[in-house]
C-alpha cells in the first residue's frame, strides 16, 4: 500500500489497499502502454484463458477488462474523492503487475502524485481519458468486442465505488457529484459526450429499486463463472 494514500482504504475500501503500487513493490511489471502492443494483449488473454478454459474469447476480454478496471478505478477514485489526490494514472504513465494467469495485480505508479489537481480540469480526466478510453478502444479493435460493453464494465466499477465512497462522511461531495455526472449527464473527462452516460441504471421492482447495467458482460459464457446476478440486464435463463 502507498503510505500517503492509506486514509482512503478503510471500511469496504481497505480490501483494495494493494491496487495501487510504487515502483519497487512487485518484483516485476510491464509499462501499461504496451497493452497497446497486439502481441502483449493477446499474450495476456492466452495465460487468461487458461484460467477459464473453454470459455468465449469475448467474454475473457470483457472479464480480464473487469479485472483491469477494478485495480484502477477503485483505488484511483478513492484517492480522489477522499484526498482531492491527483494520480499519474494515465496509460502512458504506468506499469502494471501481474498475476500468474495476466490479470491485473496492480497499477505501479511513478510516484503518489500531487496534493492538488489543476485547477479548472476534470478531477477523473487522467483516469478515464488518459487511461480507460485509449485502451477500450484497443481492446475493441483488436478483440471485436463492443467497446460500449467495455465502457459499462467501467462505469459500473466506478458508480459502485461512488455509492461506497458516499456513505463515508469524509468524501468530498464536489468530486462525488463530478463524477456522477460522467454517469449521468453529458458532461466528461474530455469536455465530450460521456461514454458511461446511462449505462448503470436503478429501476423500480417490487417496491425497491435495483441497480443495473444496460449491457451484459459476457461472463455467463465462462465455464464455472456464475451470473452476476440482478445487475444483469439480461436474466440467466434467457442469457444460457
Known sequence: MIHSLAPCFTGTFVRFKDGLALPGEHPSSIPCRDLLDAGVTEGLMDRFA??????????????????????LIIPTTAAIVFLDRDLPVALDQVSIA?????????????????????????????????????????????????????????????????????????????????????????????????????????????????RRRKLCCLRYLLPGVECCGGICPTPPKATR
Open 50 to 71: 487458461e484460467v477459464h478454459p473453454g470459455g468465449d474469447r469475448r467474454a475473457l476480454v470483457s472479464m480480464w477488462a473487469q479485472w483491469h478496471f477494478g485495480a
Open 98 to 210: 501481474l498475476h500468474e494467469g495476466g490479470q491485473t495485480a496492480a497499477i505501479v505508479l511513478p510516484d503518489d502524485g500531487a496534493s492538488q489537481r489543476a485547477g479548472g480540469t476534470n478531477r477523473f480526466a487522467r483516469l478515464f481519458s488518459g487511461h480507460v478510453e485509449p485502451l477500450i478502444r484497443h481492446l475493441a479493435d483488436r478483440f471485436r468486442v463492443s467497446p460500449r460493453m467495455l465502457w459499462n464494465n467501467a462505469a459500473d466499477i466506478f458508480e459502485w465505488t461512488l455509492q461506497q465512497a458516499r456513505a463515508d462522511d469524509r468524501a468530498n461531495p464536489a468530486a462525488l457529484d463530478e463524477g456522477r455526472g460522467l454517469l449521468e449527464s453529458r458532461a466528461s473527462a474530455d469536455g465530450q459526450g460521456s461514454p458511461m452516460g446511462g449505462l448503470i441504471k436503478y429501476l423500480p421492482h417490487e417496491n425497491e429499486r435495483i
